[in-house]
């Protein structure tokens, strides 16, 4: 319930944002018809294309939004003939026969057929192929939770949810609006002068459409900025995350928590052939869920590895659940690449449809299970550390099911690298992602929304402030740098500095420099980097750019890009 108000109250701020105003002159096309007739169609039809538009594009991957790219094309077309038809009477007849069977009659029966809730509803949906809201704080939310879910009847509730929001405030502004309308027309008798000047708005708003002005220039133009009222709701409203219990100590009962579950919804197995909880019976089961650019799973792998070959002939089978994060995660090569760097010898499921995350009810990388022999999950453990308590719970689980004789003492991986434990710095920086979907603490000024444009960082940052600094093309998941010598600065504190980073589509190597404070990092520099700071991006995955040699201090980072087309994602502490 909370949520859905969350998405309510970020749809009645869309109206607010600058990206709405290309669709206000074909909202108000038809403010000065009955309403119910005519506006609450067009808004209702408006809404649940926009839900289901933005549902499959959350969801469905690429072909999706090739899709909705068709559609748009197709409503364009047809919203410019209404334009027309409104502007100039005479050649509505002659214009609307070819559109009559595309859009359902939207243009001319607008015109000749009065007040039609069917035209008004067709009108709407057009409207909402084009409909591309600024992805503020709230839809970031729910675009990246429908993501990470799956194809549900909640996910779609949800983006209906912020539709009708905004629909509540589009609606509201078309009842004033028509008002004024009315007062006009009898005031001045301009009811011809209206209809043509609508006419001439909306042909403006689908130009501004067709130049990418929705989704380019507006997302920068900030009339009413509406970010900081959203996160404030956001962080109103978000439940505290979920404290994970400590792990039972030696002598406490260890709980029942549940069965497990199927893991058939694995798309691809890797070092075994699939996997099931029937093939399992009468073996101690360690479900680690994981990604391969996160960090927290890459400081965990060690000790999962570790536990892998220590018990593996006495009775324990670790299954790693690949949960992708970003898109490149969901590339078997990429996968299979990272498993063979890891050095991973145990089962690893591909998860990439969250069929087994959603399974077991799932929220966190990395997540650990521990399942008896009989196939009841007995303990969980989300996040790094108490890697003592874990192998606790394992040895206990394998004495339960009768084996004996078990090695001793704990796993003590000595990790190196980006595998080694993090510093403990609670003040460290936190996780910032690049991409606009989820970024926070961005100090460049607005960001182009999918639009390539020059940025310039300014002279002095704040702490865990960052900022662009030449051409860059600005997406929902990552940035890519358009031109070379394109850097990101950014005041950060903490031992380690790690940037999630691949090269462009064309796959070729990307050159790369860092400095700290101005000068070449020296003893400071991470394992993919040299003491000058050189370094080349040759795959998708996180790379170790910054390991200070004494404390966590505050330091100022930058990052140029000697070629152009590298692809940037998520900078993590440690």
């Known amino acids: 319930m909370i949520l859905l108000i969350l998405a309510f109250l970020g749809g ?7 990206c709405i105003l290309p669709v206000l002159p074909f909202v108000f096309a038809r403010a000065d018809r009955p309403f119910v007739r005519n506006g609450l169609p067009m808004l209702a039809g408006m809404a649940l294309t926009f839900a289901l538009v933005a549902t499959l594009a959350a969801v469905g991957g690429g072909w999706a939004v090739q899709a909705n790219q068709y559609g748009r094309y197709v409503a364009l077309a047809v919203l410019a003939m209404l334009g027309l038809t409104l502007l100039v009477p005479h050649l509505a007849e002659w214009i609307s026969r070819p559109f009559v069977r595309l859009g359902n009659r939207i243009n001319q029966r607008s015109v000749t057929q009065g007040d039609s809730p ?41 983006l209906l949810t912020y539709a009708g929001g905004a629909a509540v405030s589009l609606a509201l502004a078309l009842w004033v609006g028509g008002r004024v309308f009315e007062v006009m027309k009898r005031s001045l008798g301009a009811g011809e002068w209206l209809r043509r000047v609508l006419g001439v708005l909306v042909l403006c708003g689908v130009a501004a459409i067709a130049l990418g002005l929705d989704t380019g220039l507006l997302t920068r133009v900030s009339l009413a900025s509406t970010s900081g009222v959203e996160q404030k709701l956001v962080d109103a409203v978000r439940p505290a995350p979920a404290v994970a219990a400590p792990l039972p100590k030696v002598g406490d009962a260890l709980p029942v928590e549940g069965e497990l579950p199927p893991l058939s919804g694995a798309t691809q197995w890797f070092n075994s052939p699939p996997l099931s909880p029937e093939s399992l019976h009468g073996k101690v089961v360690l479900v680690d869920f994981w990604t391969y650019s996160c960090i927290n799973c890459i400081r965990s792998l060690p000790y999962v590895n570790a536990w892998a070959q220590k018990y593996r002939d006495h009775g324990l089978v670790v299954i790693g659940v690949h949960s992708p994060e970003f898109a490149f995660e969901k590339n078997p090569a990429n996968v299979a690449k990272a498993i063979k760097d890891f050095h991973i010898t145990y089962p690893v499921a591909m998860d990439n449809n969250y069929a087994i995350w959603q399974a077991f009810n799932n929220e966190y990388w990395p997540a650990h299970y521990f399942i008896d022999a009989h196939g009841a999950i007995r303990a969980h453990h989300f996040g790094e550390g108490d ?9 206990r689980l394998l004495r339960e099911a009768g084996y004996e004789d078990l090695p001793g003492g704990y796993v003590q991986p000595g990790a190196a690298g980006a595998e080694a434990a993090g510093s403990g710095d609670a ?122 040699t004494h404390g966590t201090g505050e330091r100022i980072f930058e990052i140029s890009f000697l070629d152009p087309l590298a692809r940037v994602y998520a900078f993590t502490f440690g």
């Open 12 to 18: 009645v701020l869309t109206i607010l944002s600058p």
């Open 118 to 158: 069917w035209s008004a509803a067709g009108l709407g949906i057009a409207t909402g192929l084009l409909w591309a809201p600024c992805a503020g704080p709230i839809l970031g939310l729910l675009l990246t939770g429908a993501a990470l879910k799956g194809a549900s009847v909640q996910t779609t509730l949800l």
């Open 387 to 395: 890697y003592a308590g874990s192998e606790d719970v394992i040895r």
């Open 427 to 548: 003040s460290r920086s936190p996780e910032t992602y690049v991409g606009y979907a989820r970024s926070a603490n961005f100090a460049g000024g607005q960001v182009a929304h999918d639009d390539s444009w020059p940025y310039h960082a300014p002279a002095a940052l704040l702490v865990n402030q960052w900022a662009f600094d030449g051409r860059w093309t600005v997406n929902e998941q990552s940035a890519t740098v358009d031109q070379s010598h394109g850097a990101i600065v950014y005041r950060f504190r903490g031992r380690d500095l790690h940037l999630v980073m691949g090269p462009g589509k064309d796959g070729k190597p990307v050159r790369f420099r860092v400095t700290l404070d101005g000068k070449p990092p020296g003893a400071d520099h991470g394992a993919d980097i040299d003491a000058d700071g050189n370094g080349t991006i040759g795959a998708q995955r996180l790379y170790q750019l910054v390991r200070q």
